[in-house]
Nanobody
Framework: VQLQAFGGGLVQAGGSLRLSCAVS????????MGWYRQAPGKQRDLVAL???????TYADSVKGRFTISRDNAANTVYLQMNSLKPEDTAVYYC???????????????WGQGTEVTVSS
């Protein structure tokens, strides 16, 4: 399976960006999809998760500003980021739990990361 993330870039504080992550592979059943971020010199932290039933969870720092969504037909997860702050600057990684139709157990995979820089 491959995860291709894109949509990062440079934006001024208060601006918006939309990240996308497409999961490719045959016969996939995708469960949880999520976004994490890692700022320079810091650990990778959860930003948002979306479950197969559409339930979502967010880090407190992004609640009310970021929205995670998914297109199950396209196996794609999105992160709409509004009211961006300089402290949102990080490399953003997508992450999925998936299995192939003939497998019982779920596996986990990371995308390559897309960089978001918010200038003050």
């Amino acid at each position: 399976v491959q995860l291709q993330a894109f949509g990062g870039g440079l934006v001024q504080a208060g601006g918006s960006l939309r990240l996308s992550c497409a999961v490719s592979g045959s016969g996939l059943i995708v469960n949880v999809m999520g976004w994490y971020r890692q700022a320079p010199g810091k650990q990778r932290d959860l930003v948002a998760l979306i479950f197969a039933n559409g339930a979502t969870t967010y880090a407190d720092s992004v609640k009310g500003r970021f929205t995670i969504s998914r297109d199950n037909a396209a196996n794609t997860v999105y992160l709409q980021m509004n009211s961006l702050k300089p402290e949102d600057t990080a490399v953003y990684y997508c992450n999925v739990d998936y299995r192939r139709s003939f497998e019982r157990l779920f596996s986990n995979s990371w995308g390559q990361g897309t960089e978001v820089t918010v200038s003050s």
